[in-house]
């Protein structure tokens, strides 16, 4: 089945300093890729999403492309800040699949130090 | 974005009783309603599916019987975990699927609640 893997946690970095999460996935069908984020206490929010190959999702500051030749959305962005600290979650979900079902990964917590 | 509410935010009971959770929508109406369990330092894991009016659609593996799920309006649905034992225990999160039309396009759209820790001892 359709499944998503993306890197473990937690990741610790310095304020302005570069910042990759790594995501990659299965699928059978054609899915529409998805980064959400969770603040602490909070419910989880679309942070950006991508529907088809070489499509970029942006927002934010952040950005993650759709590579179909690597099966990979990985999220990035050039400079964190203190409140970039969540976790991320990358999601899939497979648009042949009239359930409109998200597939998550497993989360990566980043914590950004001042 | 949509606004989501989950009553209560977390709940302590004890082995044997029930507990129900209620999930919200403020700002719109969900035909469709996701329910989710995650685990500390774990996914966010699938438990049913459910539309306003009919029966929820169980996940593999998760009891209908144990796990009650009521969508019986467009802007409430309620899950109750029956006789609740200490494995119970978990984060439960409510995602309504909303429908929307915008430049032309039609679209779903999915929010999540802030979801209710539940602890049974």
């Known amino acids: 089945g359709d499944s998503v893997t993306q890197m473990e946690g937690p990741v610790t970095l310095s304020e302005e300093a570069f910042l990759t999460i790594n995501c990659t996935y299965t699928?059978?069908?054609?899915?529409?890729l998805f980064w959400y984020v969770q603040y602490p206490g909070e419910g989880l929010q679309l942070l950006l999403k991508?529907?088809?190959?070489?499509d970029k999702g942006s927002n934010k500051g952040f950005e993650a492309t759709y590579r179909k030749e690597t099966t990979s959305f990985h999220l990035e962005k050039g400079s964190v800040q203190v409140s970039d600290s969540a976790v991320y979650f990358c999601?899939?979900?497979?648009?042949?699949?009239?359930?409109?079902?998200?597939?998550f990964g497993s989360g990566t917590r980043l914590l950004v130090r001042p | 974005g949509a606004v989501v509410s989950q009553h209560p935010s977390w709940v302590i009971c004890k082995s044997g009783t029930s507990v129900k959770i209620e999930c919200r929508s403020l700002?719109?109406?969900?035909?469709?309603m996701f329910w989710y369990r995650q685990f500390p330092k774990q996914s966010l894991m699938l438990m049913a599916t459910?539309?306003?009016?009919?029966?929820?659609?169980?996940e593999q593996g998760v009891e209908k019987d144990k796990f009650l799920i009521n969508h019986a309006s467009l802007t409430l649905s309620t899950l109750t975990v029956t006789s609740a034992h200490p494995e119970d225990s978990s984060f439960y999160i409510c995602s309504p699927l909303v429908f929307r039309v915008s430049g032309g396009l039609s679209y779903n759209e999915q929010f999540f609640g802030p979801g209710t820790r539940l602890t049974v001892l």
């Open positions: 459910s539309n306003e009016g009919s029966k929820a659609t169980y």
């Open positions: 699928a059978t069908g054609y899915p529409s």
């Open positions: 700002d719109f109406q969900a035909t469709t």
């Open positions: 991508a529907t088809k190959a070489d």
């Open positions: 999601a899939l979900s497979d648009r042949m699949d009239s359930s409109y079902k998200l597939i």
